[in-house]
């Protein structure tokens, strides 16, 4: 969630995108993650629910860490397949770790899994939008993103990127 909204900022901010085209390019690999989903959703059926989890995160970190070099003159193509590769490893991510959810609990407890899944997504939403609050008064205090401020901006959208990378890297730890 936090790297969506980090990237509406830097559209609109630093590249001078409107909301429209900028909701569109969002949208844009929203709809690559929706696609996806449902393929991972049949791809979990047939592989290692493990394995294909780590590949989701690796997809992701694929994009994350080149995003961490973010400029003003990062090719636009360049910042959406990174973006594109997040949403990517996200899809790929979340049905296998449902089903591993799910296959460590008894059938009739299925409902109860579904929500401890659920909410632990949104949890994990909101930490990351809370990394960002942190992220953003360290680098930009109280102010409001101006032109002056878009350097800050960035250092703090590189920064929170980086920590998105660390976490990444810690979660194929203990996918394994």
Same mark, same amino acid.
């Given at each position: ?17 409107? *909301? ?12 690559? +993650? ?8 049949? /791809?979990?059926?047939?592989?290692? /629910? ?32 990174? /973006? ?35 909410? +632990? ?7 990351? +939008? ?25 250092? *703090? +959208?590189?920064?929170? @990127? ?9 979660? @194929?730890?203990?996918?394994?």
């Amino acid at each position: 969630l936090a790297v969506i909204f980090l990237f509406s900022f830097y559209l609109q901010y630093i590249r001078g995108f409107d *909301s429209n085209l900028s909701g569109l390019i969002l949208m844009a690999s929203t709809l690559v +993650m929706a696609m996806l989903v449902i393929y991972a959703g049949r /791809l979990s059926d047939r592989m290692n /629910l493990y394995r294909l989890a780590s590949i989701g995160v690796i997809v992701s970190l694929a994009g994350l860490l080149p995003m961490i070099f973010i400029s003003p003159d990062t090719p636009l193509s360049q910042a959406f397949l990174e /973006l594109t590769l997040v949403s990517a490893g996200a899809a790929l991510f979340y049905p296998p770790l449902v089903k591993i959810i799910l296959g460590s609990i008894p059938r009739d407890k299925y409902g109860v899994g579904s929500s401890l899944a659920e909410a +632990m997504r949104l949890v994990g939403n909101a930490g990351s +939008m809370a990394l960002v609050t942190v992220g953003f008064t360290f680098y930009l205090g109280g102010t409001v993103i101006l032109p002056e401020n878009y350097p800050a901006f960035l250092q *703090s +959208m590189r920064l929170i @990127l980086a920590a998105f990378s660390v976490l990444c890297v810690a979660s @194929l730890l203990l996918i394994q």
